[in-house]
Structure formats: C-alpha cells, structure tokens
C-alpha cells in the first residue's frame, strides 16, 4: 500500500509546509502528500510554487473546503499542530497523528499533547528531519501506525458523537432547572433574614409617660 502523508494547516494558513516538503525531498522520501492550506491564499500560492519548481515531487494541493474527515480515512497519517480539534477528528477517523511541534508547543496545546502522549496515540515531531525520519521508519513497518490505530480505537468514546452531544444538551437543561428552583429558596433566605434584623433605633416606638407622672 502507498504511504500517502496529510501536511494540514490552520484555518488561517499557518504552515511548515515548505520546510517539511524541502526536507522529504533531500532525504529521497518517495510518498505522496497532500496539503492543506486553510483558507490563505497566500500559502496555497507558496505551495504551488513549490510544486511547479519541483515537478518531479508527488505533491496534491486540496482546496479549503474539502472533506477533512472523509479525508483522514483516506490518509496513511496526517501531519498538524496539537490542536483539540484536529487531534478529535484523528482519533475519531483512525488517522496516525504526527503533532507538529516546531518552534515549541503553545500554552492550549499541553492538554492534548498530554492525551496523546498518555494513550499512545501520536508522535511528536520537533524538526522536518525527524518528520522525514518517522516516515521512512513507518513505510518500512507499516506495523508502528498500525499500532496507533488499535490505541485510538480504545481511546476513542464509546459513545456516538451524537449522543455526546445530547449528554451535554441534558446537562444544560438540568443546569437550568436546578438554578429556576434555587431562586426561590434564596429570596424565601433572604425575607426570613430581613424578619429577624434587629430594627434601627430611629424607627422604635417611644414610651409612653405613665400617668400622673412629671413631663
């Protein structure tokens, strides 16, 4: 089967597109990619440069609009920053996850680097060296993603997206009337409060003289 490789963006196009493809072509990695833009005009206009200055790379630029998850099914992994939504759609579609991680990992990102690291679901690359390294490793042992794929079918919710969805749904509303029947308890507080506040002094009666007495 032909490694085919998914280089993926944001959604505004922040990319390591070229230093990934620069690399995998010095080290003589014959697989196909596929990439992924977002919706930057300017990175889909730098990818296809490359590609003309290169026409020997077997590189397929995809427009922003495609099937991202249907996409995924297709792909032998899937190259992309450690975001949740991403890393989601990985797990759920059975893709091997390579977490681009050069220039570091931001603040947002630890919790899924941590998942991942935890369930043994993505390796994280550090350098377009290392991305070339992994690839060879995985078109010689097909075993290593396959590997990735059994943990992210145990790590994956047993539950259909739908009905996470409608959990959470049941949630709110039960949120909801828990807090419609506090409101009444509170005020019901806060009357028999005000009822046993002493009152200020200004508002008692005055004594009245007892009779007969000197004014």
Same mark, same amino acid.
């Given at each position: 089967?032909?490694?085919? /490789?998914?280089?993926?963006?944001?959604?505004?196009? #922040?990319?390591?597109?070229?230093?990934?493809?620069?690399?995998?072509?010095? %080290?003589?990695?014959?697989?196909?990619?596929?990439?992924?833009? +977002?919706?930057?005009?300017?990175?889909?206009?730098?990818?296809?440069?490359? #590609?003309? !200055?290169?026409?020997?790379?077997?590189? %397929?630029?995809?427009?922003?609009?495609?099937?991202? &998850?249907? /996409?995924?099914?297709?792909?032998? !992994?899937?190259?992309?920053? $450690? +975001?949740? &939504?991403?890393?989601?759609?990985?797990?759920?579609? &059975?893709? $091997?996850?390579?977490?681009?991680?050069? +220039?570091?990992?931001? =603040?947002?990102?630890?919790?899924?680097?941590?998942?991942?690291?935890?369930?043994?679901?993505?390796?994280?690359?550090?350098?377009?060296?290392?991305? !070339?390294?992994?690839?060879?490793?995985?078109?010689?042992?097909?075993?290593? $993603?396959? #590997?990735?794929?059994?943990?992210?079918?145990?790590?994956? =919710? $047993?539950?259909?997206? %739908?009905?996470?969805?409608? !959990?959470?749904?049941?949630?709110?509303?039960?949120?909801?009337?828990?807090?419609?029947? %506090?409101?009444?308890?509170?005020?019901?507080?806060?009357?028999?409060?005000?009822?046993?506040?002493?009152?200020?002094?200004?508002?008692?009666?005055?004594?009245?003289?007892?009779? +007969?007495?000197?004014?």
């Amino acid at each position: 089967n032909e490694f085919i /490789l998914l280089l993926s963006a944001s959604s505004r196009g #922040a990319h390591n597109h070229v230093r990934f493809l620069e690399t995998l072509k010095q %080290r003589h990695i014959d697989a196909q990619i596929v990439l992924l833009c +977002g919706k930057s005009q300017i990175a889909e206009r730098e990818i296809s440069a490359w #590609a003309k !200055a290169n026409p020997k790379a077997r590189v %397929r630029l995809l427009p922003h609009n495609t099937n991202v &998850g249907k /996409l995924m099914r297709s792909v032998s !992994a899937i190259v992309a920053r $450690p +975001g949740t &939504g991403t890393t989601s759609e990985a797990i759920v579609s &059975g893709c $091997p996850l390579l977490l681009n991680c050069l +220039g570091g990992i931001m =603040p947002q990102e630890h919790i899924t680097v941590k998942f991942c690291r935890k369930h043994g679901i993505a390796q994280l690359i550090r350098s377009p060296d290392e991305l !070339a390294q992994v690839v060879a490793q995985w078109r010689e042992r097909p075993e290593l $993603p396959a #590997a990735i794929r059994q943990a992210m079918k145990v790590a994956c =919710p $047993p539950l259909h997206p %739908r009905d996470i969805v409608r !959990a959470i749904a049941a949630l709110h509303i039960r949120a909801d009337s828990i807090a419609a029947t %506090r409101i009444p308890v509170i005020e019901a507080a806060r009357a028999a409060q005000q009822a046993v506040l002493p009152v200020p002094e200004k508002t008692l009666p005055q004594p009245v003289p007892a009779a +007969g007495s000197m004014p």
